[in-house]
């Protein structure tokens, strides 16, 4: 469930977010465009933290042993 609250809230912020940045560049606003790069950040957000945790669980392990 949080994966899926992560992906619709970026979506939601990345639509802003693209909005305002194509005002401000003077470029017409591209819906599908944002959605992409929206769920990219997303997955990629989502996969660190998991990576860096298991890195901290192998260190522990090393350091008991």
Same mark, same amino acid.
Request: aromatic share 12%.
């Given at each position: 469930?949080?994966?899926?609250? $992560? #992906? &619709?809230? *970026? !979506?939601?912020?990345?639509? /802003?977010?693209? &909005? !305002?940045?194509?005002?401000?560049?003077?470029?017409?606003? +591209?819906? +599908?465009?944002? #959605? #992409?790069?929206? !769920? /990219? &950040?997303?997955? #990629? &957000?989502? $996969?660190?933290?998991?990576?860096?945790?298991? *890195? $901290? =669980?192998?260190? =522990?392990?090393? =350091? +008991?042993?």
């Amino acid at each position: 469930m949080r994966y899926i609250a $992560v #992906i &619709f809230w *970026s !979506i939601m912020l990345g639509q /802003v977010a693209g &909005f !305002i940045g194509g005002a401000l560049n003077q470029q017409t606003y +591209n819906t +599908n465009y944002s #959605i #992409i790069v929206s !769920i /990219v &950040f997303a997955v #990629i &957000f989502s $996969v660190i933290p998991l990576m860096l945790d298991s *890195s $901290v =669980k192998e260190t =522990k392990t090393e =350091k +008991n042993a």
